[in-house]
């Protein structure tokens, strides 16, 4: 504006601007007639609702709150719509959070408890704010805090358009708020709760450059735990902030006023009561009877018991000692059996024939990963051994496949978490293994609808459960008190390409869902399809997972063989099996003539061959078949430069 020229909006007299996006612009301002001054948000964009603005946000007026900014009026001008209200001149929630200036846990917290006392009273007076962010938060230098922007998103949503689907999308935006144009006082506690993660980390829970982008991770990356970024972060935090962020508005506090008593019963105040009873979820009915029918199994409660010693031994607050993790192991002969030929297996760098207790195979590969491999070895175990239903058998071995493939996709891009995505890739398939075991009716229910309505598996399993095998699994892990680390990687992607991993932890659930797929690829055996498949699915994880199409068959090759070595081990009768044979049938037809096309394509240059190799090239085209491990022999040399087969 020129300098000494007086604009007015309103009856209000500006004084300078404050802030401006594309859609408006605030102002300081001074109301002569009150004697005051006021902040003033001006829109940019006209509209021909006016009446029903001002009709909408009338109620807003009514609030009176010390943790809200009073609002005073919504006016327009030449048909642009203005909203008025108290100005407080502070810093906003968003500024201290990107100058990194850190508080601790409890102060965080006491600011979360303002602020959801503010919210609190406007859920009381029917009012939903629907725009919580850290900018439309004020902290004084006192540290109180005044919460804006009522009515802001009731203004835009009408000035474009008559869509209800909301229209301005922030990382803070609940699901519902634009999947289904939906708003409820959960949606404001979805908001909190990614608010207080980054007050607590200083770090967003998810970034995107675009609105699409951020829209599919809001739907469908899960929220991890706080205490990941910053170990000051409790158990008990970590769950408040985890409930306040389901993608479910049902299975978050119901409003603010629920969730203030969970914090304040944080902060002990004003004295230490019962921590408010969770909203129960759609899917709680089905996960207690998963865990009843579970601990009535006559095996399970031992076996769940060890899993949680292991867990409860080797958390961060407690000290645990090899021979304390080695006494828990080895109460199981035939786990201690398998832990120890696994140990100085190829699988962790071919330690050899060297290690020969638990204790020493702690102090070599370090507590975590023995932890880490007992656990999946406990389960791999338990089911494995008492099943008698063929398709889990499978089940069970396909995620261990799953997991060899997951370390050396790791491996192959230099990731230093590839012993923890072995773990996440193996229990990707958790919910679907115990629901085959221990709900064999239901499952073999939502096989049928599957097969009926031609629909997928995780949508007939809400169908027949009221949940996904996703949610089965991530619940029992949870009651195994698995580091959630590896809960956050047992979660599945929706279908279509997926985008490019924004931390270490999206990264590790890439790796492991991407060796699934591929496990489901060659576990199929070998069609015309096979290939185009795969390549597909490495076009599919290409913004996360760099890898050459040749290092991906050196890999499954590889993943296959080790499956041969590894079966006796784990007690797998491999010619049983119709997984492993449906892996070998994909191996020997990948010795086809159409695979070698497919890697001259590809530049993969030909080498020149032995007489026996010769020979194995001809018996795959049909003359003299010599059995599997002859047949991989020549693509096994063309994928990885002649390196022998083991």
Same mark, same amino acid.
């Given at each position: 504006?020129?300098?000494?020229?007086?604009?007015?909006?309103?009856?209000?007299?500006?004084?300078?601007?404050?802030?401006?996006?594309?859609?408006?612009?605030?102002?300081?301002?001074?109301?002569?007639?009150?004697?005051?001054?006021?902040?003033?948000?001006?829109?940019?964009?006209?509209?021909?609702?006016?009446?029903?603005?001002?009709?909408?946000?009338?109620?807003?007026?009514?609030?009176?709150?010390?943790?809200?900014?009073?609002?005073?009026?919504?006016?327009?001008?030449?048909?642009?719509?203005? =909203?008025?209200?108290?100005?407080?001149?502070?810093?906003?929630?968003?500024?201290?959070?990107?100058?990194?200036?850190? /508080?601790?846990?409890?102060?965080?917290?006491?600011?979360?408890?303002?602020?959801?006392?503010?919210?609190?009273?406007?859920?009381?007076?029917?009012?939903?704010?629907?725009?919580?962010?850290?900018?439309?938060?004020?902290?004084? +230098?006192?540290?109180?805090?005044?919460?804006?922007?009522?009515?802001? &998103?009731?203004?835009?949503?009408?000035?474009?358009?008559?869509?209800?689907?909301?229209?301005?999308?922030?990382?803070?935006?609940?699901?519902?708020?634009?999947?289904?144009?939906?708003?409820?006082? &959960?949606?404001?506690?979805?908001?909190?709760?990614?608010?207080?993660?980054?007050?607590?980390?200083?770090?967003?829970?998810?970034?995107?450059?675009?609105?699409?982008?951020?829209?599919?991770?809001?739907?469908?990356?899960?929220?991890?735990?706080?205490?990941?970024?910053?170990?000051?972060?409790?158990?008990?935090?970590?769950?408040?902030?985890?409930?306040? !962020?389901?993608?479910?508005?049902?299975?978050?506090?119901?409003?603010?006023?629920?969730?203030?008593?969970?914090?304040?019963?944080?902060?002990?105040?004003?004295?230490?009561?019962?921590?408010?009873?969770?909203?129960?979820?759609?899917?709680?009915?089905?996960?207690?009877?998963?865990?009843?029918? @579970?601990?009535?199994?006559?095996? /399970?409660?031992?076996?769940?018991?060890?899993? @949680?010693?292991?867990?409860?031994?080797?958390?961060? +607050?407690?000290?645990?000692?090899?021979?304390?993790?080695? +006494?828990?192991?080895?109460?199981?002969? &035939?786990?201690?059996?398998?832990?120890?030929?696994?140990?100085?297996?190829?699988?962790?760098?071919?330690?050899?024939?060297?290690?020969?207790?638990?204790?020493?195979?702690?102090?070599?590969?370090?507590?975590?990963?023995?932890?880490?491999?007992?656990?999946?070895?406990?389960?791999?175990?338990?089911?494995?051994?008492?099943?008698?239903?063929?398709?889990?058998?499978?089940?069970?071995?396909?995620?261990?496949?799953?997991?060899?493939?997951?370390?050396?996709?790791?491996?192959?891009?230099?990731?230093?978490?590839?012993?923890?995505?072995?773990?996440?890739?193996?229990?990707? !398939?958790?919910?679907?293994?115990?629901?085959?075991?221990? @709900?064999?009716?239901?499952?073999?229910?939502?096989?049928?609808? @599957?097969?009926?309505?031609?629909?997928?598996?995780?949508?007939?399993?809400?169908?027949?459960?009221?949940?996904? =095998?996703?949610?089965?699994?991530?619940?029992?892990?949870?009651?195994?008190?698995?580091?959630?680390?590896?809960?956050?990687?047992?979660?599945? =992607?929706?279908?279509?390409?997926?985008?490019?991993?924004?931390?270490?932890?999206?990264?590790?659930?890439?790796?492991?869902? /991407?060796?699934?797929?591929?496990?489901?690829?060659?576990?199929?055996?070998?069609?015309?399809?096979?290939?185009?498949?795969?390549?597909?699915?490495?076009?599919?994880?290409?913004?996360?997972?760099?890898?050459?199409?040749?290092?991906?068959?050196?890999?499954?090759?590889?993943?296959?063989?080790?499956?041969?070595?590894?079966?006796?081990?784990?007690?797998?009768?491999?010619?049983?099996?119709?997984?492993?044979?449906?892996?070998?049938?994909?191996?020997?037809?990948?010795?086809?003539?159409?695979?070698?096309?497919?890697?001259?394509?590809?530049?993969?240059?030909?080498?020149?061959?032995?007489?026996?190799?010769?020979?194995?090239?001809?018996?795959?085209?049909?003359?003299?078949?010599?059995?599997?491990?002859?047949?991989?022999?020549?693509?096994?040399?063309?994928?990885?430069?002649?390196?022998?087969?083991?």
């Amino acid at each position: 504006m020129e300098k000494n020229k007086l604009i007015k909006i309103g009856h209000y007299t500006v004084r300078h601007q404050i802030n401006k996006d594309c859609e408006s612009s605030d102002f300081l301002a001074f109301d002569t007639g009150q004697d005051r001054q006021v902040e003033i948000k001006a829109f940019r964009i006209g509209s021909d609702h006016i009446e029903s603005i001002l009709l909408q946000t009338q109620a807003l007026s009514e609030l009176r709150h010390p943790n809200i900014l009073s609002f005073y009026e919504i006016g327009e001008q030449k048909g642009f719509p203005y =909203l008025v209200s108290e100005y407080y001149d502070s810093e906003t929630l968003a500024d201290l959070i990107k100058s990194k200036k850190s /508080f601790s846990v409890s102060d965080a917290v006491k600011r979360m408890s303002q602020i959801l006392d503010g919210i609190s009273y406007a859920h009381n007076q029917g009012i939903i704010h629907n725009d919580l962010r850290p900018e439309n938060i004020l902290i004084g +230098d006192d540290g109180g805090v005044r919460i804006r922007g009522f009515g802001i &998103s009731i203004v835009i949503n009408s000035l474009k358009g008559s869509d209800n689907r909301q229209k301005e999308i922030t990382r803070y935006t609940a699901p519902e708020c634009f999947l289904k144009g939906e708003a409820y006082k &959960s949606s404001d506690v979805y908001s909190l709760g990614m608010i207080l993660y980054e007050m607590l980390t200083l770090r967003p829970v998810m970034v995107a450059s675009k609105r699409e982008d951020m829209m599919y991770k809001i739907a469908y990356v899960p929220t991890v735990h706080p205490s990941l970024e910053n170990p000051d972060v409790d158990p008990l935090l970590d769950s408040i902030v985890e409930k306040a !962020t389901q993608k479910d508005p049902v299975a978050r506090f119901r409003n603010a006023t629920v969730m203030k008593k969970a914090i304040d019963y944080y902060l002990g105040l004003p004295e230490k009561e019962e921590l408010p009873e969770p909203e129960k979820s759609d899917n709680q009915g089905i996960l207690n009877l998963l865990l009843s029918r @579970m601990e009535n199994n006559s095996d /399970f409660p031992a076996f769940s018991k060890s899993i @949680m010693a292991i867990n409860e031994k080797t958390s961060k +607050d407690q000290y645990v000692s090899a021979r304390d993790l080695a +006494d828990i192991i080895m109460k199981d002969y &035939s786990l201690t059996n398998k832990m120890l030929t696994l140990v100085n297996s190829s699988f962790y760098g071919g330690l050899g024939s060297g290690v020969t207790s638990i204790e020493q195979a702690v102090i070599i590969l370090g507590l975590e990963q023995v932890r880490l491999m007992a656990g999946a070895m406990m389960v791999f175990t338990q089911i494995q051994d008492k099943s008698n239903i063929d398709e889990l058998k499978d089940s069970m071995i396909k995620s261990y496949m799953s997991g060899l493939i997951a370390i050396e996709v790791a491996k192959q891009v230099k990731s230093k978490d590839a012993e923890v995505v072995f773990l996440c890739a193996m229990f990707q !398939t958790l919910g679907r293994n115990l629901t085959i075991y221990y @709900m064999s009716d239901e499952y073999s229910n939502i096989r049928v609808l @599957m097969n009926e309505k031609g629909i997928d598996i995780s949508s007939a399993s809400h169908e027949v459960l009221g949940a996904s =095998l996703d949610e089965i699994g991530v619940c029992v892990a949870r009651y195994w008190k698995f580091p959630e680390a590896i809960i956050y990687g047992m979660r599945s =992607l929706p279908e279509g390409v997926v985008n490019k991993p924004e931390s270490k932890l999206e990264m590790i659930r890439h790796f492991s869902i /991407f060796a699934n797929e591929i496990c489901d690829v060659a576990g199929h055996g070998f069609d015309d399809q096979s290939i185009n498949k795969l390549i597909q699915l490495m076009k599919k994880f290409e913004p996360g997972i760099s890898i050459s199409e040749k290092d991906v068959f050196r890999i499954l090759f590889d993943s296959i063989e080790k499956i041969k070595n590894h079966a006796s081990v784990l007690g797998i009768n491999a010619e049983k099996s119709r997984f492993i044979t449906s892996l070998f049938s994909f191996a020997e037809g990948g010795e086809s003539s159409e695979l070698n096309r497919h890697i001259k394509c590809t530049g993969t240059a030909e080498i020149s061959h032995s007489p026996d190799e010769q020979k194995a090239i001809d018996d795959i085209s049909g003359k003299k078949p010599d059995g599997f491990r002859t047949r991989l022999i020549p693509l096994w040399k063309k994928l990885t430069g002649n390196r022998k087969l083991k």
